[in-house]
């Protein structure tokens, strides 16, 4: 079943997100509403909102209450994207051009740092204080896991606990606070939510993980950008930290710079398939699956909860 | 006399927001952390603690109460100077290498990320939700300011107004924002809060406008960069503006592009100077700083209101 099918059931409230998007990021200036319509409109997932939206269903759910958190936690992975594309110098995403690369870094900057001013005046709107805690919290592990990985470009001698720090920061911890804030939206009581935040963290860490291994078995026409390019990027991922554990493999994967030609990238990701680090991620990628499921067990039987069983059972097997 | 000597009584309370200003922006990232400190010791006024302190003592001061507000407001400054020396490619700031030119614009992207997320991690400390609206509503100013500002690079067809509008969005609110909240946390009443942000307003319009006259009249030892710095960025500001209402100095500042060489700035500054554009701006300067006295008239008498009438008169007469 493919992933949309499964919650189409939230389909008339993800519309009615979809439109506070649109007018949270309309701007005076047209080159802020541009460039922030351009990034809307490139698509996603919308996985955060939906993760919201589900959370909120084990509680009181109002979708006017719970709306803000979901298109405030959207706007705030959409800055962080903005931004990523500067540090990555990527070109494309999901097969469309970057604002970067439409238009300039500088121009990205600020289209980040506006998206981001304006999900912060929507969490305004939300009372509990808990929240903004919570959320500023993540902001600060967020510009700390993409500083780390500034840092650790190109660095070969990282090891695996760096890897998984980081990906924690980038990614894990805005799902697991998007299941978190929806839960505490809708008054959930603390030990639900808990339990959803860490639902939440290790799907994240799984959906990483996964999103890492594409990046070697996707095509370009899947991945909406060259095969390998992270690693070309110099972000070192799983599979290429199993990868190096053979010798003869490191030596190769070490001499990778981002000046590296595509040809020799294919060559590369064809020593990685064949060293096996491939299936020893996805059975990481597995392992975190299981402990999200695991949090699921004791919550009360409900339409939400499978349906985020359905979610992180795609996202382990996805291959798009 | 000095302005450090003008709210010397202020000190303690000052070197404990110092001190507050460092411990905020440590980090477990050795490279945040550095660049943080780098822009942090390259010093400041920290003018807009100073007024968050003084518009507190019109109400009920508790240090321990209004710093948060203080510290949050100089962090919220210094991101936006970072992401500002990103767009003007600027590689000294007073003097010494700016973040961008010691490392890169994605050091400085992401320093100047993780210095605002701290500022919104000390925010929520502070409880009165009022105080989160407007500064939220304040960062969407300032990035809609920084945008506009890229977009009016090198655009000789603006006029006054919109370089009134952005100085507003760029300078003014923010200076505004720290007089009303430092009176806000201490519970100063509606009506004098209201006054103190039109001070400060005020006040910061009459700053930026002599800030954009002494690119033209100070000397590079003074600025700590070279004269004529922002009109050689495209920065069009009042000066430029006055001048080019002479049609035969207009033709001539037309040209100028970011390679123009520093001995043709020099020419173009002489011009400015001579066209009686300096003095024309320094009305308009001094327009705004009655202005700003004029909304201390009704206010309490006391130390604090004496304090900001002689520092918006520094202000208005500066030549550093």
Same mark, same amino acid.
């Given at each position: 079943?493919?992933?949309?099918?499964?919650?189409? !059931?939230? %389909?008339?409230?993800?519309? =009615?997100?979809?439109?506070?998007?649109?007018? *949270?990021?309309?701007?005076?200036?047209?080159?802020?509403?541009?460039?922030?319509?351009?990034?809307?409109?490139?698509?996603?997932?919308?996985?955060?909102?939906?993760?919201?939206?589900?959370?909120?269903?084990?509680?009181?759910?109002?979708?006017?209450?719970?709306?803000?958190?979901?298109?405030? $936690?959207?706007?705030?992975?959409?800055?962080?994207?903005?931004?990523?594309?500067?540090?990555?110098? #990527?070109?494309?995403?999901?097969?469309?051009?970057?604002?970067?690369?439409?238009?300039?870094?500088?121009?990205?900057?600020?289209?980040?740092?506006?998206? !981001?001013?304006?999900?912060?005046? &929507? +969490?305004? %709107?939300?009372?509990?204080?808990?929240?903004?805690?919570?959320?500023?919290?993540? &902001?600060?592990?967020?510009?700390?896991?993409?500083?780390?990985?500034?840092?650790?470009?190109? =660095? !070969?001698?990282?090891?695996?606990?760096?890897?998984?720090?980081?990906?924690?920061?980038? *990614?894990?911890?805005?799902?697991?606070?998007?299941?978190?804030?929806?839960?505490?939206? #809708?008054?959930?009581?603390?030990?639900?939510?808990?339990?959803?935040?860490?639902?939440?963290?290790?799907?994240?860490?799984?959906?990483?993980? +996964?999103?890492?291994?594409?990046?070697? *078995? /996707? *095509?370009?026409?899947?991945?909406?950008?060259?095969?390998?390019?992270?690693?070309?990027?110099?972000?070192?991922?799983?599979?290429?930290?199993?990868?190096?554990?053979?010798?003869?493999?490191?030596?190769?994967?070490?001499?990778?710079?981002?000046?590296?030609?595509?040809?020799?990238?294919?060559?590369?990701?064809?020593?990685?398939?064949?060293?096996?680090?491939?299936?020893?991620? $996805?059975?990481?990628?597995?392992?975190? &699956? =299981?402990? #999200?499921?695991?949090?699921?067990?004791?919550?009360?039987?409900?339409?939400?909860?499978?349906?985020?069983?359905?979610?992180?059972?795609?996202? /382990?097997?996805?291959?798009?």
């Amino acid at each position: 079943m493919k992933l949309k099918m499964m919650y189409s !059931f939230l %389909n008339s409230d993800l519309k =009615n997100i979809e439109q506070t998007l649109e007018e *949270t990021v309309n701007a005076e200036s047209s080159l802020l509403h541009e460039a922030s319509l351009h990034l809307l409109k490139a698509g996603g997932k919308r996985i955060r909102p939906v993760f919201v939206l589900l959370a909120g269903k084990f509680g009181t759910y109002d979708i006017n209450k719970i709306k803000d958190v979901a298109v405030a $936690l959207e706007l705030i992975h959409m800055a962080s994207l903005v931004h990523d594309d500067v540090i990555d110098d #990527a070109e494309l995403r999901r097969g469309k051009p970057t604002i970067k690369a439409k238009w300039d870094n500088k121009v990205a900057m600020y289209t980040g740092d506006y998206i !981001f001013a304006r999900s912060l005046e &929507l +969490i305004t %709107n939300i009372e509990k204080p808990c929240t903004h805690q919570i959320l500023s919290n993540t &902001l600060v592990e967020l510009c700390i896991g993409e500083i780390e990985q500034i840092k650790d470009k190109y =660095n !070969f001698e990282q090891n695996i606990r760096d890897y998984f720090r980081r990906i924690k920061r980038k *990614t894990a911890i805005l799902i697991a606070v998007s299941c978190q804030l929806g839960a505490i939206a #809708a008054d959930v009581d603390d030990k639900v939510h808990q339990k959803l935040y860490r639902f939440g963290y290790y799907v994240g860490m799984s959906y990483q993980i +996964i999103d890492d291994v594409l990046d070697f *078995t /996707g *095509t370009e026409k899947e991945l909406g950008k060259p095969a390998g390019d992270d690693l070309r990027q110099g972000n070192i991922t799983l599979p290429v930290l199993f990868a190096m554990e053979d010798a003869d493999i490191r030596k190769e994967i070490v001499k990778v710079r981002e000046t590296t030609q595509q040809a020799e990238i294919e060559r590369i990701i064809t020593l990685i398939k064949s060293s096996g680090a491939i299936e020893r991620s $996805l059975k990481v990628s597995d392992q975190y &699956l =299981n402990k #999200a499921l695991d949090n699921l067990k004791d919550l009360p039987q409900n339409r939400a909860k499978k349906t985020l069983m359905d979610i992180a059972k795609v996202i /382990g097997k996805r291959n798009f």
